[in-house]
């Protein structure tokens, strides 16, 4: 019930297009959803992350649209460029399980944009 | 750069052997966690500090431990390694108990 899946393991996309990663949950207690990404040998970088109450939220070409009843959420890059290549990482924390932040976090996406 | 810093940056070693990663957390961030990430476990949380004290533990393992210091360093302890350590190890920091985090450079770890 902890865990976070995430789709698909790979990406290819020409410049330009729209890359899109998705995740799903199963635990309901989750209330704060983010995505990281990561280069190789550098850490994850916070990206943009979204709460329960909102079912969209758009940060410059980022967007993570959210379906609480489907219990999935997506991260929208549009206009994808070659520096977007990285890993994506979807996460999942419950501030109400003894008010900690610890995150679960998806398997990663690796996300090519050919020029 | 996130203002998380981690060092060392590489550290190779032997099984049996005991490190000491050390974290700084973004300045006036009071919660440090640890995360370990390896090709076929991906990113686990470990542990979390919360201005000094433990806060939540995850899968870290009874050879592992870890503290907060009282200018809210941290540093994980990893003792009696054996090859399947070897992996990153991410320290990250938040203002509070929960909300978003910022994680820093990593520490790679390597026994052989």
């Known amino acids: 019930q902890q865990q976070v899946k995430q789709s698909p393991q790979s990406l290819i996309v020409q410049k330009g297009g729209i890359s899109i990663i998705n995740c799903a949950y199963e635990?309901?207690?989750?209330?704060?959803f983010p995505w990281y990404q990561q280069f190789p040998g550098k850490g994850p970088a916070l990206l943009i992350a979204i709460r329960p109450d909102v079912s969209e939220k758009k940060e410059g070409r980022f967007t993570i649209s959210f379906n609480k009843s489907a219990k999935q959420f997506s991260l929208h890059i549009m206009d994808s460029q070659p520096g977007d290549s990285a890993t994506y990482f979807c996460?999942?924390?419950?501030?109400?399980?003894?008010?900690?932040?610890?995150?679960?976090f998806g398997q990663g996406t690796t996300l090519q944009v050919k020029p | 750069d996130s203002g998380v810093t981690q060092t060392p940056k590489h550290l190779i070693t032997a099984t049996g052997q005991r490190v000491t990663l050390r974290c700084s957390p973004r300045?006036?961030?009071?919660?440090v966690y640890w995360y370990q990430q390896s090709l076929d476990q991906g990113l686990q949380f470990l542990i979390q500090?919360?201005?000094?004290?433990?806060?939540a533990k995850g899968n870290i393992l009874e050879r592992f431990s870890a503290q907060q210091f009282p200018d809210l360093h941290s540093e994980l302890n990893l003792s009696s390694l054996e090859l399947g350590d070897s992996a990153l190890y991410f320290c990250?920091?938040?203002?509070?108990?929960?909300?978003?985090?910022?994680f820093g450079p990593g520490t790679r770890l390597t026994v052989t």
């Open positions: 300045s006036g961030d009071l919660s």
């Open positions: 990250a920091s938040s203002v509070g108990t929960v909300g978003e985090q910022y």
């Open positions: 635990n309901t207690a989750f209330d704060y």
């Open positions: 500090y919360y201005n000094g004290e433990e806060r």
């Open positions: 996460a999942a924390s419950s501030a109400g399980s003894g008010n900690t932040g610890k995150l679960i």
